[in-house]
């Protein structure tokens, strides 16, 4: 069981909007910054949103993070089939000495 | 461009030890205030942190995993190190290093399989 809970997977047709949310506690998304990567197949997994609502350099707009509480969400708008990706949310947990939890990961795909 | 590469044995026996070694080039792992992490994958499961160290020496590891890991880095060859200790089946996956700064783990190795096997 993951410390940080995403929904197994999420689909969307191209040119959709589509949220992946990522619920977690006070001792972690409650008091920290959320992060979100994005996996491909066969591939280390890829920065996609830091502090929240940042995006690395060369991250398309279309990718955009939120937080509110003790949860948090990563939209991705006007959908395209590369899109099609496992998501994963992470973050710092204050309990037991300090940890990174992560999500147990969204599988998205392109319908 | 900083680059990780992850080098190690493939297969480990069951109660041995697992050892590996992330190799930084494009940049000094003792210059910035970066930590060092590893990371696994099982396959076809999602990511879990193992721990990190910084560049100073200190490290933070996983509750459930500290008590059978070791993390160490050799500056002066620009590497740091992981040690899993009495290795069962369930320690198989794709262990990852990762470059850990203020905006999250941009730099990634590629990824080395380590089976658990005998």
């Known amino acids: 069981q993951s410390v940080l809970t995403q929904p197994p997977s999420a689909s969307g047709t191209p040119g959709q909007r589509v949220t992946i949310s990522c619920s977690g506690s006070s001792s972690n998304i409650g008091i920290s910054y959320v992060y979100w990567y994005q996996q491909l197949p066969g591939t280390a997994p890829k920065l996609l949103i830091y502090r929240n609502n940042q995006r690395p350099s060369g991250v398309p707009d279309r990718f955009s993070g939120s937080k509110s509480g003790t949860s948090a969400s990563l939209a991705i708008s006007g959908l395209r089939s590369e899109d099609e990706a496992d998501y994963y949310c992470?973050?710092?947990?204050?309990?037991?000495?300090?940890?990174?939890?992560f999500g147990g990961g969204t599988k998205l795909t392109v319908l | 461009q900083v680059q990780l590469q992850e080098s190690g044995p493939g297969l480990v026996k069951p109660s041995q030890t697992l050892s590996l070694t992330c190799t930084v080039s494009g940049g000094s792992i003792s210059s910035g205030s970066d930590y060092w992490s590893w990371i696994r994958q099982p396959a076809g499961k999602g990511l879990e942190w193992i721990g990190r160290i910084y560049t100073s020496g200190s490290t933070n590891y996983n509750p459930s995993l500290k008590s059978r890991v070791t993390i160490s880095v050799d500056t002066s060859k620009n590497q740091f190190s992981l040690k899993l200790s009495s290795v069962t089946a369930a320690d198989t996956a794709v262990y990852y290093c990762a470059r850990e700064s203020s905006s999250g783990w941009y730099f990634w190795g590629q990824g080395t399989l380590v089976t658990v096997s005998s």
């Open positions: 992470a973050a710092w947990d204050d309990s037991l000495s300090g940890q990174w939890v």
